[in-house]
T-cell receptor, first 116, second 113 residues
Framework: NAGVTQTPKFQVLKTGQSMTLQCAQD?????MYWYRQDPGMGLRLIYYSASEGTTDKGEVPNGYNVSRLNKREFSLRLESAAPSQTSVYFC???????????????FGPGTRLTVL | GDSVTQMEGPVTLSEEAFLTINCTYT??????LFWYVQYPGEGLQLLLK?????DKGSNKGFEATYRKETTSFHLEKGSVQVSDSAVYFC????????????FGEGTQLTVNP
């Protein structure tokens, strides 16, 4: 099992450009999450998807959109990138199938995004 | 709202020293508590957890006890190694929030040989 995978690993954008960060998990988890990590601020939740077909805003959703494409994949889109979105982005998943909800979140390796 | 406060870093120790990283929380319900570790260039990994008061989580020589009376979940290790150098995050989860986690700001630990 690969666990949680993210692409790309690194990205540099100019202000106003758009891009999509991809995330996939192969653990049959129900829930998926997008966080951003900034120095001295820990991880902050951007959006999450409790189950396939649902998405909800987290703590810092402005400037982002998400798509839960299927059970495995959860993408994060920046429509018009801004320097304030320079950050490291982590995808995570949790929750086993069959009604037993595990509370451990499993994280991907992260995407380091710089917006100039 | 729910929040987690960790001791400020960075923390620098010599190998075999005793480690304590303080974590306190504020929560409206009865949270589960977690410590995650992030090694350089990697994502976060669960280190240990506790789901109710007085539970002790332990893993890889690290321990933390869920103290409801002091709303704390301090991380300890008796003898740190160079390989323990990483960023440590305390986090909580409230049952009513599903699997959503609230993280502290993280504490950078550097262990020198």
């Amino acid at each position: 099992n690969a666990g949680v995978t993210q692409t790309p690993k690194f990205q540099v954008l100019k202000t106003g450009q758009s891009m999509t960060l991809q995330c996939a998990q192969d653990m049959n988890h129900n829930s998926m999450y997008w966080y951003r990590q900034d120095p001295g601020m820990g991880l902050r939740l951007i959006y999450y998807s409790a189950s396939e077909g649902t998405t909800d805003k987290g703590e810092v959703p402005n400037g982002y959109n998400v798509s839960r494409l299927n059970k495995r994949e959860f993408s994060l889109r920046l429509e018009s990138a801004a320097p304030s979105q320079t950050s490291v982005y982590f995808c995570a998943s949790s929750g086993l199938a069959g009604g037993s909800v595990a509370d451990t979140q499993y994280f991907g390796p992260g995407t380091r995004l710089t917006v100039l | 709202g729910d929040s987690v406060t960790q001791m400020e870093g960075p923390v620098t120790l010599s190998e075999e020293a005793f480690l304590t990283i303080n974590c306190t929380y504020t929560a409206t319900g009865y949270p589960s508590l977690f410590w995650y570790v992030q090694y350089p260039g990697e994502g976060l990994q669960l280190l240990l957890k506790a789901t109710k008061a007085d539970d002790k989580g332990s893993n890889k020589g690290f321990e933390a006890t869920y103290r409801k009376e002091t709303t704390s979940f301090h991380l300890e290790k008796g003898s740190v190694q160079v390989s323990d150098s990483a960023v440590y995050f305390c986090a909580l989860r409230i049952e009513t929030s599903g699997s959503r986690l609230t993280f502290g700001e993280g504490t950078q630990l550097t262990v020198n040989p």
